[in-house]
C-alpha cells in the first residue's frame, strides 16, 4: 500500500502501530485518557528550522515571531523557547502575559490587535511590547498612554482574499482587520500629527494561502512594497502567517520557498527586516487529536460515527468547514471501505466532523486520530455544553 499523504518523519505508522516520535498514540491514551492532543515537540523544531532557512534565503535580516494565538500549550512555548531565537506574535493583554511567564523577553513580543479596548492599550502599554495597529482611533488612544517619539506599526489591508479553499471565512481581504487602501496615507500622517514613528508595515493575507494565490499574494506584497518606499523611518515589514498545512491529501498549500522568494523580490530590494507572525505552518502538523469512537449505528441512509470530543474540542470542520484526517489508531493501513459519518458528541446539529467519509471499518471503543490537528485545536476550545477541555501533552523522541 502506498504511504498515507499524512505520514511525516515524526507522525508515522511503526509495525502497524500509529505513532507519534515513537510512542505509541494506543498507549498515550491509555495513560491520559481522550480526547486527547499529542503534539510533536521535533515537529515544531523541524518547522522553524525550516522556516528560518526560508528566510536566510532572502540575504534579508528577519525576525520569526510564532503566533501564539494558534497553540499555547506550555510545552509548545518551551520548545520554541529553547530554541533561542523565536519571537511571539501576540494579539490580546493575556497572550503578552502568557509568552513572558515562558520566558519570551519583552523585547521578541509583537502584538499585532484590533479592535482594542483602553483596558487592553493600558495593560498592553504597560508591558512596553510592541505593537501594530489598525485603527485611527487605536492610534489616538495608543498616542495619548506612550511618549512623544514611540514606535509603532500600521497593519495595512492588502485588499486581496486569500485563504483555505477560497473559504470566506480565512481570508482576510475585505475584514475588519488593517487600514484599507484609501486610509493608509491618512494612517501615515495621522501617525506622524501624534508624534508617533512607524517603524513597521503590516499585513497579514488569511489563513491557509494554497500555492495557486501565489499572483495574488505578491498583489499583497507589492502593494505594501509600493507604501513603504514612502516611509522613511521603517525598519520591519512584517508579513504576517498564512502558510497552510496540508489538510488533506489533495491540498496545495504555499510552498515556503515560494513564499521566501515573493518576500525577496518584492520587499528585499527595500533593504529593510523582514518579519513573519507563523503559526499554522509551525505547529499544525506537529499536532493530533486522539478520541474514542463510542458510537456506531445506521440512522437513516447514513452509517454514524460518534466520538468523545466535539467542536469544542476542534473547531475545524464544524466552524470552518476545514476537513481533517480520520485515521483508525490500530489499524491505520487497513482499506478504507465502509461509509460513514462521524459526530461529536454536542448538542448541536453542527457538531460534525466528516459526512459520507469512506474509512475502515470502525467499531464501538476503537481510538480515532484527527489530523493535522496542532493549530487552532486546543487553543480555541471551549467548555461548550460543559464537555471540558482535551488534555495537551508534547512529546520527545523515545531513545
Ligand atoms: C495578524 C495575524 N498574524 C498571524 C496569524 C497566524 O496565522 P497562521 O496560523 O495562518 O500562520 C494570524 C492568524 O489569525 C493573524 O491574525
Redesign the pocket.
Known sequence: MDQPWWETSSFRIESDRLTLDGHSIRDLAREHGTPLYVYSAPTVRRQVEQIEQALRSTGCPFRIYY?L??NRSSGVLQTLRAQGWVGI?A?SPREVVHALSHGFPRSSISV?AGMLSNRDLDLLVAEGVHMNLDSFSALQRYAARVAPGSHVGL?LNPGVEIGYGGRAKVA?GNSK?GFYRDDVQRALQVAMDLDLVVDTL?I?C???IPQDALPLFEQALAELAAVAAQVRSLEVLNV?????ARQQESDTPLALDDWAKALWKHLGPLGKTLAC?????VVAHAGVLVTEVNTVEIKGDRTWVGVDAGHNVNVYPAHYGIPLEIIAVDRPLAPAQVCYTVAGNLNESVDMFAFDRVLPELAEGDLVAFFPAG??GASMASDHCMRGWAKEVVVEPLV
Open positions: 503566533a494565538k494558534a506574535d494579539c499585532t497593519r482576510y482587520f503590516h497579514h488569511g489563513w491557509g504576517g502567517g498564512g502558510l497552510g507572525e507563523l503559526g499554522t505552518q493549530a487552532y
